[in-house]
Antibody, heavy 125, light 108 residues
Framework: QVQLQESGPGLVKPSQTLSLTCTVS??????????WSWIRQPAGKGLEWIGR???????NYNPSLKSRVTISVDTSKNQFSLKLSSVTAADTAVYYC?????????????????WGQGTLVTVSS | SYVLTQPPSVSVAPGKTARITCGGN??????VHWYQQKPGQAPVLVIY???DRPSGIPERFSGSNSGNTATLTISRVEAGDEADYYC???????????FGTGTKVTVL
């Protein structure tokens, strides 16, 4: 059973960079069968996709966040990471990492089958 | 950008059927996925590709998609089904992964 676990600081100061890591267990991040995404959810609000990475290092980002987001992968540690720069209070949210199968029934899936438990990041001075 | 609209809340008595709609322009041409999120927990995939159920999801959960509306149906509702439910699609013309506004299901 694959498990994902987010880790990182729970408090970040405005204008600084938010950094989170997702550790994958129960499966290899290098399998090539999955994309690995970051998704966030402000308190009491809906879900927002931030971006994803493939084992090769290829990335896709939400256009609304693209200028501030960097997602990277460390296959030796079975981890992938998120950096979000120039944060403001609007970036306060629970951040989830999630897995997306690349293909299902012969077509791209575009859904998330496993999620981490989430980690709350608060932007405040 | 592509917008998915859900009713904010749905109330249902135990044993009855809950129907949660997800409206979007020509959503019937897209694959719709549904997630259940209980308080303080991560979302769980309950329906993918409009109507397929992941392993471990009860048959009481079903989905359909046509025209401008996708629907998640929960039959024989139980107290444990009380949660927020989100629809999701992929749209190449906007924020690629689009989530609905979410529906809170309350079991009376």
């Amino acid at each position: 059973q694959v498990q994902l676990q987010e880790s990182g600081p729970g408090l970040v100061k405005p204008s600084q960079t938010l950094s989170l890591t997702c550790t994958v267990s129960g499966g290899s991040i290098s399998s090539g069968s999955y994309y690995w995404s970051w998704i966030r959810q402000p308190a009491g609000k809906g879900l927002e996709w931030i971006g994803r990475i493939y084992t090769s290092g290829s990335t896709n980002y939400n256009p609304s966040l693209k200028s501030r987001v960097t997602i990277s992968v460390d296959t030796s540690k079975n981890q992938f990471s998120l950096k979000l720069s120039s944060v403001t209070a609007a970036d306060t949210a629970v951040y989830y990492c999630a897995r997306e199968p690349t293909y299902g029934s012969g077509r791209p899936t575009y859904y998330f089958d496993y999620w981490g438990q989430g980690t709350l990041v608060t932007v405040s001075s | 950008s592509y917008v998915l609209t859900q009713p904010p809340s749905v109330s249902v008595a135990p044993g009855k059927t809950a129907r949660i709609t997800c409206g979007g322009n020509n959503i019937g041409s897209k694959s719709v996925h549904w997630y259940q999120q209980k308080p303080g927990q991560a979302p769980v995939l309950v329906i993918y590709y409009d109507s397929d159920r992941p392993s471990g999801i009860p048959e009481r959960f079903s989905g359909s998609n046509s025209g401008n509306t996708a629907t998640l149906t929960i039959s024989r509702v139980e107290a444990g089904d009380e949660a927020d439910y989100y629809c999701q699609v992929w749209d190449s013309s906007s924020d690629p992964y689009v989530f609905g506004t979410g529906t809170k299901v309350t079991v009376l």
